[in-house]
């Protein structure tokens, strides 16, 4: 009498994650961000920092956000992770955010969308948001997570009212 064995299960795989961070919203946060998803679901994950303009910054040149997305992937790079948590791929992408979540899950296919965009004090989800448009054109869950921006900006009123593109690159260093 034959008696079957039990097939030893794999183990779960893990998700793979495309964290999509904003360049003016604070890298701990972000970091933060994916601890906590990392801890809710074991996760693999990439990021891109798109080098997209704020306000009314687009107008012109739109690769002008490029530089200051560089040094905000640095500095999500160079931040103390747990053990595990790491990204497997990380990068600037293309101003046009969606595009670059496009390119991106092209080179490195994820299982989850997580957006980090920096908070707002309003905030009203509709058809048209980045969620929505990631969702319908990856077809892969979205999950957003708004960041604070980084303390220094907090500073003044007048970095708000300042403009330029690389204006929270300009507090930070002061």
Do not use: N, Y
């Amino acid at each position: 009498m034959d008696t079957e064995q039990p097939r030893p299960t794999a183990p779960p795989s893990r998700s793979r994650v495309l964290v999509v961070a904003d360049w003016s919203a604070d890298a701990q946060a972000i970091v933060s961000a994916c601890e906590r998803h990392d801890k809710e679901q074991s996760a693999s994950f990439g990021l891109i920092v798109p080098g997209w303009l704020h306000g009314l910054d687009w107008v012109g040149d739109s690769t002008a956000g490029l530089p200051c997305a560089r040094p905000q992937l640095e500095r999500i790079k160079a931040l103390p992770t747990p053990p595990g948590l790491s990204f497997a791929v990380a990068g600037v992408r293309d101003p046009d955010v969606v595009a670059a979540i496009c390119d991106a899950t092209a080179d490195w296919p994820a299982d989850e969308l997580l957006l980090c965009p920096p908070a707002r004090r309003l905030d009203v989800a509709h058809v048209l948001d980045l969620s929505h448009r990631a969702q319908r054109l990856t077809g892969l869950p979205v999950r957003r997570i708004a960041v604070p921006a980084p303390a220094a900006a907090h500073g003044g009123a007048w970095l708000s009212l300042r403009g330029g593109h690389c204006a929270i690159e300009c507090a930070l260093a002061a």
